[in-house]
């Protein structure tokens, strides 16, 4: 009889989000079970508790997925899922904290693939300025990009002092040098726009960080990619379908929402069938998504 594939889905919030077990289920796990307000130091007994009720063998159908709204405590949450494997008792795990993993791996391979096919040129040394940077989306933006060797800026909508400890914990953690800067007036905000090269906006939904007069100021921009689907767009020109259009008043491209949805849904729900057909276990983050992004981004 073929074994079930069993998913654990946690979250330190008090609800899992229906987004992730839609797509679980889709994906073709046969249960989902979530458990909410799970904290950090819980993590080892449900992982062993999962493990120890199955036969070795089954650890490859047996899964846990770690979701809610804060990067590093998912990614701790993860490294701890990992030290609590007692082999050859394990099992598979996969954080993707608010979509925050996927949808930065979807922008930054559909900013990578527009950058090589309309400028011919890579991430490296290109110089990014990321909106919303305080927020999962900008965290895990800023990693990708910076690991692919990108001159990385985070913006501050209320100042230096929270991307500051942003790109502080970016280097404790990584070892990657990203840069801060204040976008909390329009004067401060040109004068990043009129230095970037690539303008990558994560900002809350609804809300618009870059109007048109700002982006006309962009005069080294090549790409903007705008992750907020809900009315007004993060940046004024890009709609939620462009997939590297002119942005009008500017000479540089957008990429829009949807866009990006399209290939973050792709590599969500792939992530969950590999989890499904591997024959070893294995951990994912956001590296990994964003290696299945760029084989999906066009
Ligand atoms: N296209 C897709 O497939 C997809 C998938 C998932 C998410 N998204 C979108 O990705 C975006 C980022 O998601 P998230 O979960 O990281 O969002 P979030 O946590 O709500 O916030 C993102 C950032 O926006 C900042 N912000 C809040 N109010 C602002 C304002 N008035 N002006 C400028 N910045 C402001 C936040 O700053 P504070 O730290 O001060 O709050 C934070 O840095 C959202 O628009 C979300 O809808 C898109």
């Known amino acids: 009889m073929a074994r079930k594939n069993i998913l654990h889905m946690i979250t330190p919030l ?22 909410v307000e799970v904290k950090l130091s819980d993590v080892t007994g449900l992982v062993q508790d999962a493990i120890f009720s199955r036969p070795p063998d089954a650890g490859v159908n047996t899964g846990v997925f770690i979701a809610g709204r804060d990067v590093t405590l998912a990614l701790d949450m993860l490294d701890a899922a990992k030290k609590a494997m007692v082999p050859p008792f394990s099992l598979s795990v996969f954080a993707d904290p608010a979509g925050s993993f996927t949808t930065a791996a979807a922008m930054v391979a559909k900013v990578e693939k527009a950058l090589k ?4 040129r890579s991430l490296k040394d290109a110089r990014v300025a990321i ?17 692919e060797g990108a001159s990385v800026t985070l913006v501050g909508h209320d100042g230096l002092t929270r ?5 502080t914990e970016i280097k404790n953690r990584f070892g990657l040098d990203v840069q801060a800067a204040d976008g909390s007036t329009e004067a401060a905000k040109s004068a990043v726009v009129a230095d970037a090269e690539i303008i990558l906006a994560a900002a ?19 790409i903007a990619a705008d992750v ?3 009315p007004p767009a993060g940046i004024e020109g890009i709609g939620v379908d462009a997939d590297a259009e002119k942005i009008s008043g500017t000479s540089a491209v957008g990429i829009g929402a949807l866009a990006t949805g399209n290939v973050k849904y792709k590599t969500e729900f792939g992530l969950f069938k590999r989890m499904i ?3 070893k276990t ?5 590296q990994d998504a964003f290696s299945l992004a760029r084989e999906i981004a066009k």
Do not use: H, W
């Not at 294995?282 to 956001?286: E, N, Q, R, Y």
């Open 117 to 120: 096919k309309k400028f011919d």
């Open 228 to 230: 907020n689907a809900v």
């Open 131 to 147: 909106f919303g940077a305080t927020g999962v989306v900008g965290f895990c933006t800023a990693v990708i990009a910076a690991r």
């Open 163 to 167: 991307v500051q400890g942003v790109a």
């Open 282 to 286: 294995m951990t994912l983050d956001f």
């Open 14 to 35: 008090p609800q899992m989000s229906p987004f992730d077990v839609n797509m679980a289920l889709d994906a073709g796990f046969d249960a989902v079970v979530p458990y």
């Open 277 to 279: 057909e591997a024959e």
């Open 204 to 222: 809350k939904a609804g809300v618009q960080v870059l109007d048109s007069a700002l982006m006309g100021r962009a005069s080294s921009l090549l």
